[in-house]
């Protein structure tokens, strides 16, 4: 039982989980059992309630370096100087968790394990997945508005020079080969109990994998790039799917045309601290969904001989917006899309 003072006032729902969002940062929110349950139990209803108690105030939106909104960075644990850069390894991290899944549930197939034929065929379109997301940046720039478009079309300006591109995004090991790049310590396909979609710490992820990689994987590795038949792909444009102030809109749930709720579901976690680990309730939904449809189409092709072109859509479906809308949380639908 909780005293008030006189003129005191009880805390809602809402004031509690602003205030444990904005005293905690969202890496350690997502990390402990029991707020991982709270945020579980009833979230859309509790998010709901935070996105109305939320501080609009755009004044220090624009704002991009550590030195210029130091409580945006607060508590965060990355090396990351500007905003951009940080949303763009986060965006990463989104997409490299969809690998790490495709990858186990792979190898957890009974094809994968039974037919050997169409183990290698698997292997081989792992080993391509790997080194075309090393060449698409892991589309980190999804998620940075300095890769927003500047106006209603797209041009030639819109495409980023690779040499730009930030200290931690994949590109910058493109002096190494592709074998070595394939030993990437954050390329590792992690234990259970770090493949979930929360957004990790991916320092530390980076520390661990290392220190787990290992030698039977690299000899897989070592034979599978011989003749792994697949070309990559050159890079694309880079095209964020934020405005140039960051600001993100949900897209609706996999099968509508757009979000029911119009301009009430809209996000920019460049304004604020709180804003930014409200963010990570946003998910990026696979409309032709990849455990239910797009793995077990692929482990089925695999007992047949892969062709280049459905290696190309399996993997533009899997990590690309050809297949992946970003959504506020009440417009994620968890169920079959069917």
């Not at 993100?248 to 099968?255: D, I, L």
């Amino acid at each position: 039982m909780q005293f008030l003072f006189k003129d005191e006032r009880f805390p809602a729902d809402a004031d509690i989980l602003y205030d444990a969002l904005r005293r905690v940062n969202i890496d350690f929110l997502t990390a402990g059992d029991k707020v991982t349950q709270f945020l579980t139990e009833n979230l859309k209803a509790k998010v709901a309630l935070l996105n109305k108690v939320l501080n609009k105030d755009d004044s220090k939106t624009a704002l991009s370096t550590r030195d210029e909104h130091p409580e945006w960075f607060k508590d965060l644990e990355t090396n990351c100087i500007t905003k951009e850069a940080y949303m763009h390894r986060r965006c990463q991290d989104r997409i490299r968790t969809y690998l790490y899944k495709t990858i186990e549930q792979i190898r957890c197939s009974d094809v994968y394990m039974n037919d050997r034929k169409a183990r290698q065929q698997l292997l081989r379109a792992i080993a391509f997945f790997k080194i075309q997301l090393k060449e698409d940046h892991y589309f980190g720039y999804y998620f940075d508005r300095s890769r927003a478009e500047t106006g209603n079309f797209k041009d030639d300006s819109d495409e980023t020079d690779s040499k730009q591109c930030y200290e931690h995004c994949p590109c910058n090991f493109g002096h190494i080969n592709d074998e070595t790049y394939l030993y990437q310590p954050y390329l590792r396909l992690p234990q259970s109990s770090d493949t979930s979609t929360t957004i990790v710490d991916s320092t530390k992820t980076d520390e661990t994998d290392a220190r787990r990689l290992v030698k039977s994987e690299k000899n897989a590795n070592d034979e599978i790039l011989e003749s792994c038949p697949y070309g990559v792909k050159p890079q694309g444009k880079q095209i964020a799917i934020c405005d140039r102030k960051g600001e993100f809109k949900c897209e609706g749930r996999w099968n509508a045309n757009g979000c029911a709720y119009s301009d009430r579901h809209r996000i920019n976690p460049y304004r604020s601290k709180e804003e930014l680990a409200l963010f990570s309730t946003w998910n990026l939904d696979h409309k032709i969904e990849r455990s239910r449809t797009l793995i077990p189409k692929l482990l089925q092709l695999s007992q047949q001989d892969i062709n280049e072109q459905d290696i190309y859509d399996c993997y533009d479906n899997l990590f690309t917006v050809k297949n992946l809308r970003l959504v506020h949380i009440v417009c994620h639908d968890k169920g079959s899309h069917k």
